[in-house]
């Protein structure tokens, strides 16, 4: 569908610009998976801006087709925002070469997310870090928006119920809510499937560190039974400069390595 065939959702795309982190919430073989993302306005609307690190991901997302976009997480958000979940479809474009994502969207992310002026302030910084700025575009179609409770802290998490695949596609969009300390849920519950309690606290305000765990099982419409725990919970210690540094060159290997590996494909390459 061209872009001026899609309808705008102007106040949808507001409340995307002004977070400064989402989560993307999708169903693969009908068990529901959510990712962290920073949400971006295009000219056609929203996108995700993925690096090729995360290359297995934007695919699963474009193979989904159907995803839901939840905005619980108030902290350092503009004035346009408000919590609420967004059903849309995504297509994935792959820009290799950086090209339509310097030129559209890089601004825009270095405005809200400072871990990216480390590596693209500069025209130096790009030169240099030229492997963060090919990015997968995941663009998002606007549907239809839900109403979500908003995270008051880092005791709230997000619930997030696989769909129960009654659609015409693969599956149908997650279902999604806040839950607070004590796990009750805010809001309307979820109808009752294979489930992800998501639990996420953030370094403010230079974002350096973002914790996420996540309890998996299923949700019975009441609770969540419990079939995987995570090892550990809470906000990652600060880094030290080893640390930083490793940090820094296993993204640039992950990003080199998906990069390359799309463009194997891209030629006909099978094969490392």
């Avoid at 871990?115 to 870090?129: I, T, W, Y």
């Avoid at 998996?216 to 919970?233: F, I, K, N």
């Avoid at 990652?236 to 490793?246: D, E, I, Q, T, Y």
């Amino acid at each position: 569908m061209p872009p001026d065939a899609v309808r705008r959702h102007p106040d949808v795309e507001a409340a995307l610009r002004a977070a400064v982190v989402a989560d993307v919430a999708w169903t693969v073989e009908g068990r529901p998976r959510v990712h962290g993302v920073l949400p971006l306005v295009g000219p056609d609307g929203p996108v995700l801006a993925l690096p090729f690190s995360e290359l297995a991901t934007a695919r699963s997302l474009a193979a989904a087709g159907r995803v839901l976009v939840c905005l619980s997480e108030p902290e350092g958000a503009g004035r346009a925002w408000r919590p609420l979940a967004v059903r849309a479809r995504a297509r994935l474009h792959e820009d290799p070469d950086g090209d339509v994502f310097t030129a559209i969207l890089l601004e825009q992310e270095l405005l809200r997310w400072p871990p990216s002026r480390l590596l693209a302030d500069s025209v130096l910084l790009r030169r240099e870090h030229w492997w963060w700025l090919p990015r997968l575009l995941v663009h998002l179609e606007v549907l239809e928006e839900r109403p979500l409770a908003a995270r008051e802290g880092p005791d709230d998490h997000l619930l997030v119920v696989a769909g129960d695949g009654a659609g015409d596609g693969a599956g149908d969009w997650p279902e999604a809510a806040v839950t607070g300390p004590t796990g009750a849920v805010r809001g309307a519950a979820p109808a009752p499937g294979p489930a992800v309690l998501l639990g996420q606290e953030l370094s403010w305000p230079d974002l350096e560190r973002w914790g996420r765990w996540s309890w998996q099982g299923r949700w019975d419409g009441e609770a969540l039974q419990v079939e995987q725990a995570p090892e550990s919970t809470g906000l990652p210690p600060v880094p030290g400069l080893l640390s930083r540094w490793r940090r820094h060159r296993a993204l640039e290997r992950s990003c080199r390595a998906g990069l390359a590996a799309a463009r194997r494909e891209a030629a006909g390459v099978t094969g490392p």
